[in-house]
Structures are given as C-alpha cells and as structure tokens.
C-alpha cells in the first residue's frame, strides 16, 4: 500500500507576493507609508521660514528622537531603513506588474494591435524612475551633503540656502516634485482602489482629495527653492 505524501502548501506571504493582488496591495500599503512621510517631511521644510536658528534646532531635534531609550540618531537609521525596504518593495512590484500588464496585452489579438499604456500609466512609471533617481541625489546632496555646495552636517539651512542658489538644482528639484505630484495624484487613486476604498459616493471625494493632496505637496515643496530664488529666505 503507496502512502500519499502530502504536498507542501505555500505560505500566505508567497500567495500574497506572487498574486497581481497581493503585489498591488503591498504597493497601495507602502506609498500610504510613503506618504505619511513626505506630509511630516514636508511641514519640517517649512520650518526653514522661522529662519536659521529654528531650522537647524528642528534639525538636531530629529537626532535626538527616542532618547535616552535609542542613541542619538538611531531613529533617523530605523526611518531611512524602512523607508528604503518601502521604496525597494513598491519599485519592484510596480516593475512587476507593469511586465505582467505589457505581457497581458501582447496576448488575444489577432486582428487589431492592443492600446497602449495610458497617460496614468506612463506618468507613473516614468515618473517613478524621476524620483527614484531624485532620492540619490537628494540624499547625496542634502544627508550625506557629498553634492552639496556647501555640505556641512551642523548647518542644514546654510546648506539648503547654497543649494538652491544654483539654476540646475532648482531645475532638478522642480522636474522632481512636479513628477511626485503626478505620482501621488495616480498614486493615491489606485492605492484607494486597490484597498477597496472606493464607491459611488467615496469615489469623487478620493478623487478630489488626491487632487488637493498632490497640489500641497508640490507647492509646499517647490516653497523652499522659490524662496531661496527670489531672497525671501537667505
């Protein structure tokens, strides 16, 4: 008598990660993280209109978050460290997807060619690889300070002053942000949709809410350079 042996289930978390939903779900869930971040970086920025006293105190505040149950600045690591597992996981799966959409549509048409990717779709995904390539270089510039004009650690609203007196760094900074409010106007839309957060009634209101978010976002952002262009902030 043959004695079956039972076959190994796979985990949920591998269900999760190789089903388009599952793949969805952890790119809605990381960009609301993401999210959360850019709102709190965002009104720090600001701070830098209190001037250079209050900037860089808030500045050396950050370090010091946690203490004395985390050594100074271990919850700036513990952030930078899930937002990078965040940015890593919401990269592929968008990457992801994207091939399983691309190959989807080469397939069942046998008499006119498939639509291309829509202007959403193109917007997020050239967008995501602006702002991919925007967080190196914001982190080369205004964290480790190595592209900085000035770059020193002690005094970030000197630093953010001498970067933004340069043309091409407020260039790069205003082609990123405008691609980030693209991203998070799509962003949040799919992200509503795919948490089951739309309806007839919900879906107007997300819709207009991504909207004004987005538009913050950008304009509390692009602030800072402008101010720095015009002399409001120096």
Known sequence: MTVATPTARPSTLRTLWTSTLGKKAVMAVTG??????????????????FGATEFNSYAAWLRTIGEPVLHRTWYLWLQRTALAVCLVLHAVCAYQLSRRGAT????GYAHRPPPGPSFATRTMRWGGVI???????HLLDLTTGT?????????????????????????????????????????????AQTLGATG????PVLKTVSWVLAFVLF????????????????
């Open 32 to 49: 609301v993280i993401m999210l959360v971040f850019l709102v709190a970086h965002m009104l720090g920025n600001l701070k830098i209109f």
């Open 104 to 107: 989807a549509r080469g397939r």
């Open 131 to 137: 702002l991919g390539l925007f967080v190196l270089w």
């Open 147 to 191: 592209v900085n004009p000035l770059g020193d650690p002690g005094r970030p609203y000197e630093n953010v002053v001498a970067d933004f007196r340069n043309w091409w760094a407020n260039v790069i900074y205003l082609v990123a942000m405008a691609a980030l409010g693209l991203h998070i106007r799509h962003g949040l839309w799919s992200a």
């Open 200 to 203: 007839p009634r919900s879906g």
């Open 219 to 234: 304009a509390g952002f692009v602030t800072v350079p402008v101010a720095v262009m015009t002399g409001a902030v120096s």
